[in-house]
C-alpha cells in the first residue's frame, strides 16, 4: 500500500515555482583536476543538444555555453513537465601557463570533458649544469708577507 505524504507534493509544488521564478543562464556542475601535463574539466549537461554547445578562450578567459530545449508538438497535452529548457554557462580564468591554442573538447553521454594543456613553458624541466673539466688543478702561489706600516 503507497502512503500519501502531502508535503512531499506540497516540495515539488514550492520547489517548481521558485525555480520557474529563477531567470538568466544556470551554472552547471563540474570537476577539474590536472593529469600529468594537463588539465580536464567535466562538466553535466544532461539532455543538451551537442550542436548548442559552444566554448570559446578570450585571453585567459574560459567561457562554456549550452542550451537546452525541449521539442514537442503543438497539440501536445502536458501531463508533468519538470525538465525544462535551460541556459547554462560557466567561466573559469586559466591563468598563466596554459597553451589556450591546443584546448580540445568532447561530449559524450551527457558529460561535457574539455582538454587543457599545460604550455611547454610551465612544464617542469631540468637543468643541466656544465663544469669545466679543463681545470683540474688548483694552483698556489706562495708570495712573501708585506709589512705592515704604522
Known amino acids: 500500500m503507497a ?3 502531502p508535503f512531499r507534493d506540497l516540495d515539488r ?4 515555482l521558485l525555480d520557474a521564478r529563477r531567470s538568466g543562464p544556470r551554472r552547471m556542475p563540474m570537476d577539474l583536476y590536472r593529469d600529468g601535463d594537463h588539465y580536464v574539466l567535466s562538466a553535466d549537461l544532461p539532455g543538451v543538444d551537442p550542436g548548442s554547445v559552444d566554448i570559446d578562450v578570450d585571453g585567459q578567459l574560459l567561457t562554456i555555453r549550452a542550451e ?7 497539440d501536445v497535452k502536458w501531463i508533468t513537465r519538470e525538465r525544462e529548457t535551460a541556459s547554462f554557462v560557466r ?3 586559466l591563468g598563466q601557463g596554459i ?3 591546443r584546448i580540445s573538447a568532447a ?3 551527457g558529460v561535457l570533458s574539455v582538454t587543457i594543456p599545460v604550455s611547454e613553458k610551465a612544464k617542469p624541466r631540468r637543468i643541466a649544469v656544465s663544469t669545466e673539466d679543463a681545470v683540474d688543478t688548483i694552483e ?3 708570495s712573501t708577507p708585506q709589512p705592515i706600516e704604522q
Open 99 to 101: 597553451d589556450t591554442e
Open 13 to 16: 509544488l514550492a520547489s517548481t
Open 68 to 74: 537546452r530545449t525541449l521539442a514537442a508538438g503543438d
Open 91 to 93: 567561466q573559469l580564468n
Open 140 to 142: 698556489a702561489h706562495e
Open 107 to 109: 561530449y559524450r553521454n
Open 3 to 5: 502512503t500519501y505524504d
